[in-house]
């Protein structure tokens, strides 16, 4: 079993930074990509960044130039540095980690989710 513990979420202002962390512990044996989602009420969960295991990222076109995802595959850790935050981008905020875990059966390919952590932007 794989856990995934996010931490960093709160409330700032308008134009305030935020940096959210998320660390993967369990029965890895790699993760090919993590990722950062968010979900606002009401609406539906949708990709915010990605970065894979040879650093390669990905960003929606909403947070292009404000956001900044990183890893530590020595951590097995993810973060996301969150610039110029507007209210747009209050959400509960979402890790993922896919890759390779094992399992009763072996290594099996699977993804896992955080919990979640708040991020509310508001003056």
């Known amino acids: 079993q794989v856990q995934l513990v996010e931490s960093g979420g709160g409330l700032v202002q308008p134009g305030g930074s935020l940096r959210l962390s998320c660390a993967a512990s369990?029965?890895?044996?790699?993760?090919?990509?993590m990722g950062w989602y968010r979900q606002a009420p009401g609406k539906e969960r949708e990709l915010v960044a990605t970065i894979t295991s040879g650093y390669i990222e990905n960003y929606a076109d909403s947070v292009k130039g404000r956001f900044t995802i990183s890893r530590d595959n020595a951590k097995n850790t993810v973060y996301l540095r969150m610039n110029s935050l507007q209210p747009e981008d209050t959400a509960v905020y979402y890790c993922?980690?896919?890759?390779?875990?094992?399992?009763?059966?072996?290594?099996?390919?699977?993804?896992?989710w955080g919990q979640g952590t708040q991020v509310t932007v508001s003056s």
């Open positions: 369990g029965s890895i044996f790699s993760i090919a990509a």
């Open positions: 993922r980690a896919e890759g390779v875990y094992y399992s009763d059966y072996g290594l099996t390919p699977d993804d896992y």
